[in-house]
């Protein structure tokens, strides 16, 4: 599972789970990287098939944001799938 | 590749459609051009034009419930002023009146995906959630809607030459309409 990571401040860990095509998404990087915060993300739409479902990503955003929906945000240990 | 003209293209192609039916994009032109982009990335991808905002996975008969303009619009335009990724919005949220609130996905997760014969029978609008004397179906394939007391199953004698609006379905309780040779329904609420 290969996430990018995007500098920043780091005192707390976040996560993305996003889809490459989405205006949300986008928005979404954009914030944390204005307010300076260091994050890992994910494309999950750029995986291949396979990938999404065999590597466990998808099972993953599920076990976080049981709806499955997209940008899911893992911000330390806390557990974030709402838009907006 | 994508270019900016094939944005722009696309984008003036699903206003026009959109307007005439009583539909409106989201007023922030930048944020819609974002999607519609998302959206021919898509098309490009997988061979269909599907929501921006949802992961899509298989062949399209899997995801025919998410091609822009999908099942579940017209139900979210009216519940919460927008469509799920946000490109269609209601008259109140584009006139800039109407505040937008946090939208949850209706379409199942993955894997829990109900089947496709089930799909069939569901309005995309309910009669008693809006008043109306008959549930709304709208066609999977063309988006043309028709209010009746259940879908057709086979072809009809005659077509309606234009896409309809809800808001004009609210004045005629009965359309029949004609998408080929087939019959295809949206699925909507559970």
Known sequence: MDFTHVDGDSHIAVTLFSLSTCGHCRRTKTFLEEKGIAYDYIDVDCLSGGETFTGGVYDLVKSYNPQGSFPTIVIGGEKTGDRW | ?190
Not at chain 2, 86 to 98: C, D, E, I, K, R
Not at chain 2, 102 to 127: F, M, W
Not at chain 2, 146 to 173: D, E, F, Q
């Open chain 2, 1 to 190: 590749m994508i270019t900016r003209f094939d944005i722009e293209r696309k984008y003036l192609e699903i206003k026009q459609q959109a307007e005439p039916s009583g539909y409106h994009l989201n007023p922030d032109e930048d944020f819609a051009k974002e999607l519609v982009h998302g959206i021919l990335i898509n098309e490009e991808r997988y061979g269909f034009a599907t929501c921006p905002c949802r992961l899509s996975v298989g062949p399209r008969e899997d995801n025919i419930d998410i091609i822009c303009p999908c099942d579940y619009r017209d139900q979210d335009i009216i519940d919460y002023g927008v469509c799920y990724c946000a490109l269609y919005v209601s008259t109140g949220v584009a006139a800039g009146t109407t505040p937008v609130s946090c939208i949850p996905d209706r379409r199942p997760p993955l894997g829990e995906l109900v089947s496709k014969e089930t799909d069939n029978a569901k309005p995309s609008v309910l009669p008693e959630k809006q008043g109306l004397p008959f549930p709304v179906y709208r066609c999977r394939v063309c988006g043309y809607l028709c209010a009746r007391t259940s879908p057709p199953r086979r072809p009809v004698r005659y077509a309606v030459p234009h896409r309809i609006g809800l808001r004009s379905i609210l004045n005629k309780p009965v359309h029949i309409l004609r998408h080929g040779r087939r019959w295809t329904f949206s699925k909507l609420c559970s």
